[in-house]
C-alpha cells in the first residue's frame, strides 16, 4: 500500500504519517520535495507513507502552482489524505512562531504561549494560500480534506479503529 498525505503546514501531517506508520507498519517518506541540499527521489516503494506540505514540489515544477503537479502525482498511490487547519488563526499564529524559531536557531519543538513573531502577515498570506491550493486540489481529485480539529478530537481507540476500517 502507497498512502500519500498532503498538507498545509502545521496541520498535524508528520503526528498523522507517525501514527500510520506504527499502526501499518509502513515507512515514511516525510517531504521529500523540501531541497536544503539534499535530493530525493519521489517514485518510492510499496508499503510506504509520503508526507507532503502542498507548496513543496520537485524542482523543475511550478512552486508558485503546484497543483499540477499533484494533480498528476496523487496517480501514484492507493490511499490519498489531505490535511489542512479548520482554524486558521491557530495555524498561522502556529506558524509564525515555528518559523521564527527555526529560522533564529530557536527551540521548536516545546510548549509555548504564543506571542506575534516577525513576519506574521507573511506569515499569513502563505499559510491561506496554501489552504486555498489543498481545497482546489481537493475539488479536483475528489477527496475530501481532513481537517486537523476532527482528526485530533479522536481517541487512539476510534483512531485505530478507522485504520483499520480504512476510514483514514
Known amino acids: 500500500m502507497k498512502i500519500l498525505i498532503v498538507a498545509t503546514p502545521r496541520s498535524g501531517s508528520s503526528e498523522l504519517a507517525s501514527r500510520l506508520k506504527r499502526y501499518l507498519q509502513l515507512d515514511i517518506y516525510p517531504e521529500p520535495f523540501n531541497f536544503k541540499g539534499n535530493r530525493k527521489p519521489y517514485n518510492f516503494e510499496d508499503n510506504s507513507i509520503v508526507k507532503c ?92 480534506c481532513m481537517s486537523y480539529e476532527n482528526l485530533y478530537r479522536l481517541d487512539r481507540e476510534k483512531f485505530r479503529q478507522n485504520v483499520k476500517n480504512n476510514a483514514i
Open 53 to 144: 506540505i502542498i507548496d513543496q514540489v520537485p524542482e523543475g515544477e511550478d512552486k508558485n502552482n503546484p497543483i499540477p503537479f499533484y494533480r498528476q502525482y496523487v496517480t501514484n498511490f492507493d490511499k490519498v489524505i489531505l490535511l489542512r487547519r479548520e482554524n486558521l488563526q491557530q495555524q498561522i499564529e502556529s506558524w509564525n512562531w515555528f518559523f521564527y524559531h527555526s529560522k533564529n536557531n530557536l527551540p521548536v519543538n516545546e510548549f509555548y504561549e504564543y506571542k506575534r513573531r516577525p513576519g506574521y502577515e507573511q506569515d499569513r498570506t502563505y499559510i491561506l494560500l496554501c489552504d486555498e491550493w489543498l481545497k482546489r486540489l481537493s475539488g479536483m481529485i475528489k477527496v475530501p
